[in-house]
């Protein structure tokens, strides 16, 4: 059995959206290129035959996972998480104590991750590290560049 995946409702939104492009126009998209490279002749030598039974193989691959990761969705309700600690969720500020700097984080699926915006993953190392803490926490996570310290300043929804 595959892993919970929490996601917002935006995240949840955007899931079934690239599923149902994926489905509803790539598939056919490829489906017609397979097609028309087999009607050019001998498949034994046909690039065009086997880039496209190739890409197929990937999207095909790519849907199978999307779909387990849909089919294990748990959408939250924001409202309902408990502000006392860090969360799925949460919107965090940190401070860096080796550099003496703040952060600002929401706590989200590795799906809706995305670092340019302070969307980090509960599964990256400073995101597991903070799950779980409480403002004035004072927590040491190793990073790549070493071990970093931070102390959880607020926790909001």
Do not use: W
Request: hydrophobic content about 40%; overall charge neutral; aromatic content about 4%.
């Amino acid at each position: 059995m595959s892993d919970i995946v929490y996601l917002t409702k935006e995240g949840f939104d955007n899931l079934k959206k690239e599923l149902e492009n994926l489905k509803r126009v790539q598939r056919p998209a490829i489906s017609a290129q397979i097609a028309e490279a087999r009607d050019k002749g001998d498949l034994s030598e046909n690039a065009e035959y086997d880039a496209a039974k190739e890409a197929q193989g990937l999207l095909e691959a790519k849907i199978s996972k999307l779909e387990t990761m849909f089919a294990n969705a748990r959408v939250l309700d924001e409202s309902k998480l408990d502000n006392s600690k860090i969360n799925m969720l949460s919107r965090v500020k940190v401070r860096n104590l080796n550099a003496d700097r703040e952060m600002e984080y929401t706590i989200v699926s590795e799906k809706e991750a995305d670092m340019k915006i302070g969307r980090i993953s509960s599964k990256s190392a400073i995101g597991s590290g903070l799950i779980g803490k409480r403002v004035g926490d004072v927590v040491e996570i190793t990073v790549p560049a070493g071990v970093v310290k931070l102390e959880v300043i607020s926790i909001g929804a």
